[in-house]
């Protein structure tokens, strides 16, 4: 790799961290926007049962999560040697390709299909992103370079998301959406004109790659991380008509209340990144406990502006708490296999959203009103937590419990 100035480095780096700020906007924005997409695609349903059809548009958060969940562990093994800046050009493309089909989508079956598109290179690209901002960081700041590109994804939630929902609010989603994909496209060519080739030789295999899928405590670790962060998503997911419909507040406030989402997701993630490297058990066990109290205290509360406000900011910090600290446990559990570790974290997270949304809008449209998914979240918290201990207790007799200090790669 050649020799780069401050100045060169900074933006290559900063390039990297704005495709993370990208994909949070992709994935998050429409939670703010559901009414308007349901609004607009499912028009004959909206007119008669408006929750059933916000609940169905809810799918459009699964069928992007259910991109990401085949794309990231199919992508990490088919191209283990593949150099990591083609790798992420390729990957940002098909954002931009995904996403604008999203935008055009001329029906919610096509919707569908475009979001699934869109997720596909999800996992993959923090995976390849990461690997390489770790190697223009230099030796030893492996975790720094994921830590940056996951940067991006959490400022996105703080900043971008309110801003893109303002805006799709203000003049209609599509064009949300395509200024989602004009900030992937954006992203794409500052890559290829910054960031520099890397030539180094890419450590990894097919074969190496895929063995990681054998290990039962990665699968054990996974469906954890999949049942249990899907609380999360089962609240967040139904934010906006949450904010409008049980709170009373206009629909103004709803990029307020994802700005108080993206707080607490940094807060919470911070926080869940210091914690795992001191003792990875007891963070996610614990995680796993306050993420069960939040949701209960939510539902309580969140019936007024104020608790609501202070209902997404704890149950959002207590989310992403259990982020750094699930992922650091499946790239523990998957040695060798860096990056499918990585792409199974993001799989699993994402399995994650597919699954809160699709529970949360099934309470939903069954008539128990927008707060029943905190109901959900709380069984789905006790689940997640059970599968931990377990999972932990099962690896005590091998010495290989993660007590160890670990480098994050949040």
């Known amino acids: 790799m ?73 992508i990490a093994a088919l191209t283990a040697r593949v150099q990591r800046k083609p790798l992420v050009l390729g990957l940002l493309g098909l954002f931009v390709v995904g996403t604008a089909a999203s935008a055009l989508a001329p029906s919610f079956e096509w919707a569908l299909l475009a979001r699934f598109i869109g997720g596909i290179p999800h996992g993959a690209y923090f995976g390849a992103a990461g690997l ?23 400022v996105s939630n703080v900043v971008g998301v309110p801003a893109i929902t303002y805006l799709g609010q203000a003049t209609d989603w599509r064009v949300a959406y395509l200024a989602v994909a004009a900030a992937f ?16 030789t890419v450590i990894g295999s097919p074969r190496a790659e895929l063995g990681s899928l054998r290990s039962g405590q990665v699968w054990l670790t996974a469906l954890a991380a999949a049942i249990g962060f899907s609380a999360f998503m089962a609240i967040y997911t139904y934010a906006a008509p949450m904010t409008t419909s049980v709170a ?14 993206g707080l607490g997701m940094t807060v919470g993630n911070v926080l869940g990144g210091y914690s795992a490297d001191r003792d990875l058990p007891r963070s996610m066990t614990g995680g796993f406990v306050a993420l069960l109290l939040a949701g209960a205290v939510f539902w309580v509360i969140a019936r007024n502006p104020v608790g609501l406000f202070v209902g997404v900011f704890l149950v959002s910090a207590c989310g992403l708490f259990l982020a750094p600290a ?85």
């Open 2 to 74: 050649e020799q780069l100035t401050p100045l060169r480095r900074f933006g290559a780096l900063f390039a990297l961290a704005l495709g993370g700020f990208a994909v949070g906007l992709t994935e998050f924005v429409v939670m703010g926007l559901l009414p308007d997409i349901a609004r607009d695609l499912l028009p004959e349903q909206y007119a008669t049962d408006r929750e059933a059809a916000i609940a169905r548009t809810g799918w459009l958060i699964s069928a992007y999560a259910l991109g990401v969940v085949a794309g990231a562990p199919t």
């Open 132 to 154: 390489l901002a770790s190697r223009l960081l230099g030796p030893g700041a492996h975790a720094k370079g994921f830590s940056l590109v996951i940067a991006g994804l959490t």
């Open 185 to 200: 496209a954006l992203t794409l060519f500052a890559v290829l004109a910054i960031v520099p080739p890397v030539t180094s």
């Open 248 to 261: 009373g507040l206009s629909e103004s406030a709803v990029p307020w209340v994802l700005a108080t989402a």
């Open 326 to 410: 699930l992922q650091a446990r499946l790239i523990q559990v998957a040695p060798g296999a860096l990056l499918m570790g990585a792409a199974l974290s993001q799989s699993a997270m994402n399995t994650a959203n597919s699954l809160g949304a699709w529970l949360g809008g099934l309470v939903i449209a069954g008539g128990f009103g927008y707060l029943s998914p905190a109901v959900v979240a709380v069984v789905l918290s006790a689940v997640g937590l059970g599968l931990t201990v377990f999972t932990f207790n099962s690896q005590k007799n091998n010495g290989r419990v993660g007590h160890q200090a670990y480098e994050s790669v949040q």
